[in-house]
Every structure is written in structure tokens, then in C-alpha cells.
């Protein structure tokens, strides 16, 4: 038997959790994510239920081929033909599980089996005896455990464990169970089976009422020693106890859970990503350990206490997870400090105190408008704040008049106020647009390239206001502009402008940054 403290990790993620509608995995899918599962050091893995398909006997199969560490594990009913469905799809591992069950409980019994005590008491003995002829690693579960009369339960465990079992997995199969009943369940289960020393002793948590997890823990205090559960808590109805709220449970409270597990626990960002990946099931953006938002802090008060110490709201690191970094999610509720913060993480480390106090202004009226601030707007909002002269934001349309249409070349003349000096010229080009940045380019002569050009519709109809979004890059920089007309050729050409002015700031913020006197910086915003 393992050491007290070792807590086995049986993830059923590509059995239990593809039973969730819309969840179907490929073949290719299922080898990928067993490969992430083998090298996180998952104990055991339920690779599927060989008899339900040919699909899911041929991805147990080369699961089984394929995993260096795990041990691979097939599900089969108390059946001779699940069983040996079980057996010809993982006897090519060099060493398989082979997990049966039947349902004990009254409700199940009657509805669904429609068998009495002695018949199901019958069925344990021969698809135990039967299993054990092809692995000495056999899982016995009793289907709605937590719905069970104990004293049935205790002769079913009794007798599965007699016949070969050598782990035995109590499930609150549909959810029903709380933390203090199902430990008390655990508890009396070792005090009332004589035999209970010669197994392990599993938990199979459902969510339907939001306790998955949270009943698995409790039986670890009671004796439980191995836990099924899923990548991101994925199976039937509201799903299973989360494979990395568990581990990361156990592992950032172990004062209260003196336990180990074998898990990489690096690898649980990736493994989140590759199975919400295949299944198409998105991971909610607040979910624990493995959302979005798990390791991101708005609040402004947070974010102060996170930049002063990242132990004030975080009881986990998020590299520990496979989380490259903390994120300071910037919005209406983040402050003056995580806003000159993020500043520093954007290339703007030396900016003075008087641009931080303007665009922080900014950012804050913006903010209350937009759901989602990205990196470019608060870029926006400094490079704005920059505008000193008209030595920057020097370049701006005074005119433009475009021809196009057919058997004529394509022409635009337009009319540029070029710092201070008034240009003018006429190009033709590949279109009316192609015609309006050759303008550009000639009478602000440059080098940049055009990685994006897109226009999209305010509103509806013919006089719909067009907002066009340009995209240049230089060297290492990037700047996008925009800008909104019912002229869509108008747009373009402010859009482009917007953007070249931004590289302009860019290419000059340096030396800006040393060279301006703080009040005469603060005086010109």
C-alpha cells in the first residue's frame, strides 16, 4: 500500500468529460491530450469506454500503446463483453486498468437496472472475478453511491474487494452529497468494512451543486486516497471535481491537507488550453486556477497591493500553473499606480509626471466608456499627451479630392499641411486608396510598411459613417491609426496620417522625454 500522505490523481477528462453533449474528442485529439496528461504525472488515466464505439475502443488502444508513465484504464460495465472489450483495448500497455461498476443505490436498482440486492450482489462477484483474469489492477465503483443504503454498500464493497478489487471508488454520481456527508459517508465505510485496508479508497465528485471539489477534499481527511476528476471540470450535467483545483488545493494548503500528489503542476495551463481546445468547450473567464481572470487584478486597490507585494491577492504564483505572468487588467477601477506601471511595461518608463497626470485623465474618461482597454489605447493616450508642437503631430489633411471609376487611372490630389508648410500634389495609383497614400508618401517622404487596411461600418445604410483602421510598422515599432467619415476615402487617409503621426512620436518620445522642461511639457498639454 502507498505511503498515507501520496494521493493518487485519476482523471477521467476523455471518459466522463466527453459525455458532456458537444464535448466528442477525435482519436488525434485524445492521443495529443494523453501525451500533456503522461507528462504531467497523472497516476491514472481513463482513457475511455471501449464498448460504447469503435471510435472510442481504437483511442483507448493507442492511448494505451503510447503513455510512458500513466497507467491507462478502460471503463466496462458488469458485463463479460465490456470487460473483454476493456481487456482487448489496453493489453497492449504494460500495465492497464480495468474499471467496473453498477449502480447500488434504490433509485437506480429499481429504474434503471431493475434488479433486486441479491442480483446486483451476484453481478459484482462475476465482473470483478472476470476482470481480475486479465489485470490485477481492477476499480470497482457502486454507480450513486452517496444515494446508497451503507449497510448494502458496506456488503458491495466487502465483496468486490474479496473478488480481486484493489481500488474502490465511492461517487457522488449525481451531485447530491455535502462536504461534511460525504466524509461521515468515508468514515463509516472504513469502520464498517472489514477488508477496506486491502484497497484504495476513490471519490468521484459531481458539480450539480457546485461542491465537486469541495466534497473530494472532505474525504481525503476521512481516508481517500485517490480522486477522479477532469481538466476544467468538464463532464456530464454541471461537470466533475476540477483536476486543478484539486492539486493546486492540496498544494497551496497544506497546513490543512498534509497530502502529495505526483502532479507537474506547470503543465496545468496547457493542459487546460489543449483540452478546451478539442472539445470547443471555452474555459469561463472566472473559473479558479485556469480562467482568464485567475490571475488578473483591476481593482485599483489590489493592483497597489500587488505592485507593492504580490502575496496581498495572490495565494498562488501564477508561473506555478503555467501562467507566464500577473496581468493588471486596466480599467475603471485600476489606479494612478498600475496605470504609470503599465506605462513602464509599454516602453514608457521615463515619462514625466505631468504626462502620466494627463493621460491618466484620459484613461479614465475612456474607461468609463469601453468595456475592454487595450495596450494600443493607452498608447494612444500617452503618444496624445506628447503633442508639444507642431514639430510632432505635424502632418495634417487640408484637402483631398479623389477620381475614380472606370477607363480613367484612379487619382487623388491632395493638399498637406507638412509641419507648418503647405504641400500639395496628384498621384494615380491601384485604386483611389493606393492613389491617396502615394500622395502621402510623396509629400512626406517615408518608409513604413502597411500591414493592415480595414474599413468597417459605423452604421447602417448608404450614409453610414465608415471607421478605417490603418496599421505601419518600422523597424521595431508599430503604430495604428484610425479614424471615422462618411467619406470612406476621407477616413483613409486621416487613419493613415493618425498613424504615421503616432511613428513620428514614437521615433522622437526619447529624446523628448530628456530634453523638455516639465512646465513647458505640462503648459503645451
Same mark, same amino acid.
Given at each position: 500500500?502507498?505511503?498515507?500522505?501520496?494521493?493518487?490523481?485519476?482523471?477521467?477528462? !476523455?471518459?466522463?468529460?466527453?459525455?458532456?453533449?458537444?464535448?466528442?474528442?477525435?482519436?488525434?485529439?485524445?492521443?495529443?491530450?494523453?501525451?500533456?496528461?503522461?507528462? !504531467?504525472?497523472?497516476? @491514472?488515466?481513463?482513457?475511455?469506454?471501449?464498448?460504447?464505439?469503435?471510435?472510442?475502443?481504437?483511442?483507448?488502444?493507442?492511448?494505451?500503446?503510447?503513455?510512458?508513465?500513466?497507467?491507462? #484504464?478502460?471503463?466496462?460495465?458488469?458485463?463479460?463483453?465490456?470487460?473483454?472489450?476493456?481487456?482487448?483495448?489496453?493489453?497492449?500497455?504494460?500495465?492497464?486498468?480495468?474499471?467496473?461498476?453498477?449502480?447500488?443505490?434504490?433509485?437506480?436498482?429499481?429504474?434503471?437496472?431493475? !434488479?433486486?440486492?441479491?442480483?446486483?450482489?451476484?453481478?459484482?462477484?462475476?465482473?470483478?472475478?472476470?476482470?481480475?483474469?486479465?489485470?490485477?489492477?481492477?476499480?470497482?465503483?457502486?454507480?450513486?453511491?452517496?444515494?446508497? %443504503?451503507?449497510?448494502?454498500?458496506?456488503?458491495?464493497?466487502?465483496?468486490?474487494?474479496?473478488?480481486?478489487?484493489?481500488?474502490?471508488? @465511492?461517487?457522488?454520481? +449525481?451531485?447530491?452529497?455535502?462536504?461534511?456527508?460525504?466524509?461521515?459517508?468515508?468514515?463509516?465505510?472504513?469502520?464498517?468494512?472489514?477488508?477496506?485496508?486491502?484497497?484504495?479508497?476513490?471519490?468521484? #465528485?459531481?458539480?450539480?451543486?457546485?461542491?465537486?471539489?469541495?466534497?473530494?477534499?472532505?474525504?481525503?481527511?476521512?481516508? +481517500?486516497?485517490?480522486? =477522479?476528476?477532469?481538466?476544467?471540470?468538464?463532464?456530464?450535467?454541471?461537470?466533475?471535481?476540477?483536476?486543478? =483545483?484539486?492539486?493546486?488545493?492540496?498544494?497551496?494548503?497544506?497546513?490543512?491537507?498534509?497530502?502529495?500528489?505526483?502532479?507537474?503542476?506547470?503543465?496545468?495551463?496547457?493542459?487546460?488550453?489543449?483540452?478546451?481546445?478539442?472539445?470547443?468547450?471555452?474555459?469561463?473567464?472566472?473559473?479558479?486556477?485556469?480562467?482568464?481572470?485567475?490571475?488578473?487584478?483591476?481593482?485599483?486597490?489590489?493592483?497597489?497591493?500587488?505592485?507593492?507585494?504580490?502575496?496581498?491577492?495572490?495565494?498562488?504564483?501564477?508561473?506555478?500553473?503555467?501562467?507566464?505572468?500577473?496581468?493588471?487588467?486596466?480599467?475603471?477601477?485600476?489606479?494612478?499606480?498600475?496605470?504609470?506601471?503599465?506605462?513602464?511595461?509599454?516602453?514608457?518608463?521615463?515619462?514625466?509626471?505631468?504626462?502620466?497626470?494627463?493621460?491618466?485623465?484620459?484613461?479614465?474618461?475612456?474607461?468609463?466608456?469601453?468595456?475592454?482597454?487595450?495596450?494600443?489605447? @493607452?498608447?494612444?493616450?500617452?503618444?496624445?499627451?506628447?503633442?508639444?508642437?507642431?514639430?510632432?503631430?505635424?502632418?495634417?489633411?487640408?484637402?483631398?479630392?479623389?477620381?475614380?471609376?472606370?477607363?480613367?487611372?484612379?487619382?487623388?490630389?491632395?493638399?498637406?499641411?507638412?509641419?507648418?508648410? +503647405?504641400?500639395?500634389?496628384?498621384?494615380?495609383?491601384?485604386?483611389? +486608396?493606393?492613389?491617396?497614400?502615394? #500622395?502621402?508618401?510623396?509629400?512626406?517622404?517615408?518608409?513604413?510598411?502597411?500591414?493592415?487596411?480595414?474599413?468597417?461600418?459605423?452604421? =447602417?445604410?448608404?450614409?453610414?459613417?465608415?471607421?478605417?483602421?490603418?496599421?505601419?510598422?518600422?523597424?521595431?515599432?508599430?503604430?495604428?491609426?484610425?479614424?471615422?467619415?462618411?467619406?470612406?476615402?476621407?477616413?483613409?487617409?486621416?487613419?493613415?496620417? %493618425?498613424?504615421?503621426?503616432?511613428?513620428?512620436?514614437?521615433?522622437?518620445?526619447?529624446?523628448?522625454?530628456?530634453?523638455?522642461?516639465?512646465?513647458?511639457?505640462?503648459?503645451?498639454?
Amino acid at each position: 500500500m502507498p505511503d498515507k500522505d501520496r494521493i493518487f490523481i485519476f482523471d477521467t477528462t !476523455m471518459r466522463d468529460g466527453e459525455q458532456s453533449p458537444g464535448a466528442s474528442m477525435s482519436v488525434e485529439e485524445k492521443i495529443q491530450i494523453s501525451r500533456v496528461f503522461d507528462e !504531467m504525472g497523472i497516476d @491514472i488515466i481513463e482513457a475511455g469506454f471501449p464498448i460504447s464505439s469503435p471510435g472510442d475502443f481504437e483511442a483507448v488502444s493507442a492511448i494505451s500503446k503510447s503513455l510512458k508513465n500513466s497507467i491507462p #484504464c478502460g471503463l466496462a460495465r458488469a458485463t463479460k463483453k465490456d470487460i473483454d472489450a476493456c481487456h482487448e483495448s489496453l493489453k497492449f500497455a504494460k500495465r492497464f486498468r480495468i474499471h467496473t461498476f453498477i449502480s447500488t443505490s434504490p433509485v437506480h436498482m429499481k429504474h434503471k437496472l431493475n !434488479m433486486t440486492d441479491e442480483q446486483v450482489l451476484e453481478a459484482i462477484k462475476e465482473s470483478v472475478t472476470y476482470a481480475k483474469k486479465f489485470t490485477d489492477d481492477v476499480e470497482w465503483s457502486c454507480e450513486d453511491g452517496t444515494r446508497t %443504503n451503507l449497510e448494502f454498500m458496506y456488503k458491495t464493497i466487502e465483496l468486490a474487494i474479496k473478488c480481486g478489487a484493489t481500488t474502490i471508488n @465511492i461517487p457522488d454520481t +449525481v451531485g447530491y452529497s455535502i462536504p461534511e456527508e460525504f466524509a461521515k459517508t468515508i468514515t463509516s465505510i472504513k469502520n464498517n468494512v472489514p477488508n477496506i485496508d486491502k484497497a484504495i479508497i476513490s471519490a468521484h #465528485c459531481h458539480n450539480d451543486l457546485g461542491l465537486a471539489v469541495a466534497n473530494a477534499l472532505s474525504g481525503l481527511s476521512a481516508g +481517500v486516497r485517490q480522486i =477522479e476528476c477532469t481538466i476544467n471540470g468538464i463532464g456530464e450535467r454541471a461537470g466533475n471535481a476540477a483536476l486543478e =483545483e484539486i492539486v493546486m488545493a492540496i498544494k497551496t494548503r497544506d497546513d490543512l491537507l498534509p497530502y502529495e500528489t505526483g502532479i507537474k503542476t506547470e503543465l496545468i495551463s496547457k493542459a487546460s488550453k489543449i483540452v478546451s481546445n478539442a472539445t470547443g468547450f471555452p474555459v469561463q473567464f472566472n473559473k479558479a486556477i485556469v480562467g482568464k481572470n485567475a490571475f488578473a487584478h483591476e481593482s485599483g486597490i489590489h493592483q497597489d497591493g500587488m505592485l507593492k507585494n504580490r502575496e496581498t491577492y495572490e495565494i498562488m504564483t501564477p508561473e506555478s500553473v503555467g501562467v507566464k505572468k500577473t496581468s493588471l487588467v486596466m480599467g475603471k477601477h485600476s489606479g494612478r499606480h498600475a496605470f504609470k506601471d503599465k506605462l513602464s511595461d509599454l516602453g514608457y518608463a521615463d515619462v514625466t509626471d505631468d504626462v502620466v497626470q494627463a493621460a491618466f485623465g484620459k484613461f479614465k474618461i475612456l474607461a468609463d466608456k469601453k468595456k475592454h482597454i487595450y495596450d494600443e489605447d @493607452i498608447v494612444a493616450l500617452v503618444d496624445d499627451s506628447l503633442i508639444i508642437d507642431n514639430k510632432i503631430n505635424a502632418i495634417n489633411l487640408k484637402s483631398l479630392k479623389v477620381f475614380a471609376g472606370t477607363g480613367e487611372p484612379q487619382r487623388a490630389d491632395m493638399t498637406l499641411d507638412v509641419f507648418g508648410e +503647405v504641400k500639395n500634389t496628384s498621384q494615380t495609383g491601384d485604386g483611389p +486608396v493606393d492613389a491617396i497614400f502615394k #500622395c502621402i508618401k510623396e509629400l512626406y517622404p517615408h518608409d513604413v510598411k502597411l500591414s493592415l487596411y480595414q474599413v468597417h461600418a459605423v452604421t =447602417e445604410g448608404t450614409d453610414a459613417q465608415a471607421t478605417v483602421s490603418v496599421k505601419i510598422e518600422e523597424n521595431d515599432r508599430t503604430t495604428v491609426g484610425q479614424s471615422a467619415d462618411t467619406d470612406t476615402l476621407v477616413a483613409s487617409a486621416n487613419a493613415y496620417l %493618425n498613424a504615421l503621426n503616432k511613428m513620428l512620436i514614437k521615433r522622437e518620445k526619447k529624446s523628448l522625454y530628456k530634453n523638455i522642461e516639465p512646465k513647458k511639457l505640462k503648459e503645451s498639454i
